[in-house]
Nanobody, 114 residues
């Protein structure tokens, strides 16, 4: 199973980015899909997650600014990030639970300049 993120980059404060994460390989079902992030010197933290049924949870720090969504037919999860702040700067990792196992992507860098 491969998990590949894309869409990171450099953006100014107040800007927007859209991250994508596609899971591929021998997958019969993908249930839990999530975005986590890790800033320098900090622990990795959950940003948002979405179940197969569409139930979502967000970290308090991103509520109202970030939106997670998924395309079940493509085994892809998205993270729409608006009103970005310098404190959102981090490596963003996709995490997928497929057929009972968890898989991490390689991460994509998001940098928000002040």
């Amino acid at each position: 199973v491969q998990v590949v993120e894309s869409g990171g980059g450099l953006v100014q404060t107040g800007g927007s980015l859209r991250l994508s994460c596609a899971a591929s390989g021998s997958i019969s079902s993908v249930n839990y899909m999530a975005w986590n992030r890790q800033a320098p010197g900090k622990q990795r933290e959950l940003v948002a997650r979405i179940t197969g049924g569409g139930s979502t949870v967000y970290a308090d720090s991103v509520k109202g600014r970030f939106t997670i969504s998924r395309d079940n037919a493509k085994n892809t999860v998205y993270l729409e990030m608006n009103s970005l702040k310098p404190e959102d700067t981090a490596v963003y990792y996709c995490y997928v639970i497929a057929t009972g196992y968890g898989y991490w992507g390689q991460g994509t860098q998001v940098t928000v300049s002040s």
